[in-house]
């Protein structure tokens, strides 16, 4: 049957009898019977939290000291793509060419092969192996590299030695800090609001928030941070700053000017990952507009769309080649990965940026890399490691873990700190996020 509610007109039983003019709604309680009280807060912007990234996609360990440094390999062979021609002499200031070394030259379509007569710190002098000799080359953008050596007989070995080069890079962790405060008055009123995880505390809810915001700031600082330049004002300020993941990959990786929309975006992409390691798979962290460009760029690609492809990226599936929510595909040797970041969709953080300027996605490569622990002095000395990609480091002996530090301080819940009518519940953290092989990575920024 159906039952009549009075809005504002009801009327108490002096028994527990259930009847019509006594039946009383939640609404009508939280309205009108007490006014002060809401069962839930309405969240009209969803869940609001923006960090889990760092966590699910990067590993953390612990570390005691003010700085981190690690040292990355460089490559095992050397090109120039810049070198200037002479007739038979190339300039390359502080080039590693050597006497007795063969080298490849090439500009345009000419291509030629010589062997190295004479050095010195800025030029090279090469014998053209064929009777053309090396007037076909350009003047200019030559590019140069060594394939081989070859020497007479009964001569003496090569001269000098090729170390590898290596980068020697830091980073220096961040001291961030949050405080959530209530007066003792206040923390008196317990039944205003149901919170998430139950019970009828108003200001836990605030708290909660709280904890939210300081929790997402804890990402955010570690994506989007920056080194302090020398003579900066925030150097002088005392305040070092961070290299965020961000920061790392422009200045040591890859960036992608606006949105990859169509394959030849993603052919340039996978040429560019060719010449940095080959990495198999990736995450490729996207905002709204990113992520709707791979969904409509892989929705033409099947045997029904002129000009598109079979169905193989999609493991032979005619069902996952008609789906415009992708998760993945793959292209060459390549596995991407996608899966939006609700950091750069969020219209009260990065999603504010204007769109000339915003970070459109970050391609992330899974897996692990070989690094050498410390500062490499360029003599085999060093502990060789194996890191992740991406590292969450923070500070922590046996006396402190500085992870995630939570205290009350004040005189309400039986905490007895000082006299003030307070509750204060403090949060700080000391940590950096540790971006290894920044050459594997690559951002996508603003528009073309």
């Known amino acids: 049957m159906a039952l009549d509610t009075p809005t504002i007109n009801i009327t108490p039983s002096s028994k527990k009898v259930p009847l019509k003019t006594n039946y009383i709604s939640l609404f009508d309680y939280s309205s009108h019977a007490d006014a002060e009280t809401h069962e839930k807060i309405a ?7 923006i960090s889990g990234m760092l966590y699910m996609l990067g590993a953390e360990a612990a570390m005691a000291s003010d700085k981190f440094i690690w040292t990355e390999e460089g490559r095992l062979h050397t090109v120039y793509k810049d070198v200037a021609r002479t007739n038979n002499v190339f300039t390359k200031a502080g080039h590693v060419f050597r006497v007795g070394e063969t080298v ?10 010589g062997i190295i007569t004479a050095v010195d710190a800025n030029t090279f002098t090469v014998a ?40 020697i890079l830091d980073n220096k962790p961040i001291i961030l800090k ?8 206040d923390t008196a009123q317990i039944s205003w609001v149901q919170t998430d995880e139950g019970g009828y505390l108003w200001f836990l809810q605030d708290q909660i928030d709280t904890r939210r915001r300081w929790e997402d700031r804890l990402e955010l600082a570690l994506i989007n941070g920056e080194k302090a330049d020398t003579g900066s004002a925030a150097e002088a300020n005392g305040t070092t700053g961070t290299e965020g993941l961000f920061e790392a990959i422009r200045e040591r990786g890859n960036t992608f000017q606006g949105v990859a929309d ?17 990495i198999q798979d990736y995450m490729f962290y996207v905002n709204r507009d990113q992520s709707l460009a791979i969904d409509n760029m ?7 769309y002129d000009g598109g492809i079979s169905y193989g990226i999609f493991d032979n599936s005619k069902d996952m080649s008609v789906n415009l929510g992708f998760k993945g595909f793959t292209r060459g040797t390549y596995n991407f990965f996608k899966t939006d970041w609700k950091m750069l969709n969020e219209p009260t953080l990065l999603g504010a940026v204007d769109a000339a300027s915003r970070v459109n996605g970050v391609l ?6 070989e690094v050498y622990e410390g500062a490499y002095n360029g003599n085999g000395a060093g502990d060789k490691i194996t890191t992740p990609f991406l590292q969450c480091m923070y500070r922590a002996s046996k006396a402190s873990n500085r992870k995630y530090q939570t205290w009350l301080t004040g005189n309400v819940f039986g905490v007895h700190t000082d006299d003030d009518d307070v509750m204060r519940e403090n949060h700080l953290s000391e940590r950096l996020l540790n971006t290894v092989g920044g050459n594997n990575f690559m951002i996508f920024e603003g528009e073309e």
């Open 128 to 167: 053209a192996y064929k009777a053309a000799g090396l007037g076909g080359l350009a003047a200019t953008n030559v590019i140069a590299f060594v394939d081989g050596s070859e020497f007479k007989k009964g001569t003496s070995g090569m001269q000098g030695s090729l170390s590898t080069d290596f980068s």
């Open 104 to 113: 490849h030259l090439s500009s345009g379509t000419v291509k030629r092969r």
């Open 43 to 49: 969240k009209i912007y969803g869940s609001q939290s």
């Open 364 to 369: 992330i490569p899974v897996g692990t890399k």
């Open 298 to 304: 892989l929705g033409e690609l099947n045997a029904g």
């Open 178 to 185: 949050d405080k959530f405060e209530v007066n003792g008055s």
């Open 262 to 278: 169509a394959i030849s975006d993603w052919d340039d992409i996978l040429k560019a990952f060719d010449a940095e390691g080959k």
